[in-house]
């Protein structure tokens, strides 16, 4: 099998982070990608070519998009695509004759996706940015750190990956959903701070509730509560607790061998969480991850070692969902959602031709 997406063919427009991680997604499933790179010029940031995790399952094609003749040969691939994925500022594919108004006339089940920090219009849209950027105009960066220091940004998962390229996939093949319906074609203009902010749902919830300060490191799901938090452990390494629920709670209670300390027992009253989490804080410090595990593995707790990219690959449970894979000497995360009648074709480094 192919997987789920056979017969879907994607345009895709060379860039970095958020667009091929789109096409990633989509060529994962069975997507026919190809992929237009302008001719290699030394290396470029970002792109490592066939060592780019980003880049497999494609299919590429060498184009100078100054060249009439390359954009003749791209206006004859459209004719054929379901899709076509863009990452550059707003007025780049105008410019070169590759704009919506273009494209559609030559297809009118086209779907055109465009990925952009800022979006197609609004005072910022032309400007230049990077994910920290989109994720702080969107609040979400606002949420990230411990208590009184300043924000920490989760590398570049929730704009580039999140809020940008999996919105792009999805709004893509929302786009071609309705195109087999309807016969028409679109722009989806999906653009990372308003990603950042869709993720963020939640968070607005709890706060439009009452149940949230505007402030770091005090809430359930911040770092503020002593039960949903990281700690060290005595060798140097970390785990994750999260029991939220009154029976985890009560586990966690129980392995830690703090059930009958009633300082314990008023779980949700935030103004106990900073005398709770600093006596869990050298609890943890007497025991290594391995011994930590050894005591909290196979039980409701919630809890996990916080492992190593190194180290995630090796998890027995990892292992056993194949939830990694290795192509040409390079380990990467296996194809994801998984389709039982469907299964995703095995990654390859090398594309498709």
Known sequence: MAGALEGLTV????????????CMMLADHGARVIRIDRPAK????GDSGNRDILNRNRERIELDLKDPAAI?????????????????????????GLGPEVLLADNPKLVY?????????????????????????????????????????PVNLVGDFGGGGMLMAFGVMAAVFSAQRTGKGQVVDCAMVD?????????YTFLGLGRWKDERGVNL??????????????????????????QFYALLLEKTGLKDDPAFAPQMDPRVWPDLKARLTALFLTKTRDEWCAIMDGTDICFAPVLSLREAPKHP??????????????????PAPR???????????????
Do not use: C
């Open 11 to 22: 345009l895709e427009f060379a860039g970095i982070g958020p667009g091929p991680f789109a």
């Open 42 to 45: 030394g290396d470029r940031v």
């Open 72 to 96: 003749a040969k791209i206006r004859e691939l459209v004719k054929e695509a379901d899709a076509i994925i863009e990452g550059y500022r707003p007025g780049v594919m105008e410019r070169l």
């Open 113 to 153: 996706g465009r990925m952009t920090g800022w979006g197609q219009e609004g005072p910022m849209a032309p400007l230049a940015g990077h994910d920290i950027n989109y994720i702080a105009l969107a609040g979400a960066l606002h949420s990230f750190g411990q208590a009184g220091s300043k924000p920490q940004f």
């Open 195 to 203: 990603g950042a902010a869709i993720l963020s749902a939640m968070t």
């Open 221 to 246: 799901l911040d770092g503020g509560a002593h039960f949903y938090d990281t700690y060290e452990t005595s060798d140097g390494k970390w785990i994750s607790i999260g029991s939220i629920e009154p």
């Open 317 to 334: 449970h990892n292992t056993a969902r194949e939830t990694f894979v290795e192509d040409e000497g390079m380990v990467m995360p296996a």
């Open 339 to 353: 389709f039982l009648g469907t299964p995703a074709p095995k990654p390859s480094l090398a594309g498709r031709g």
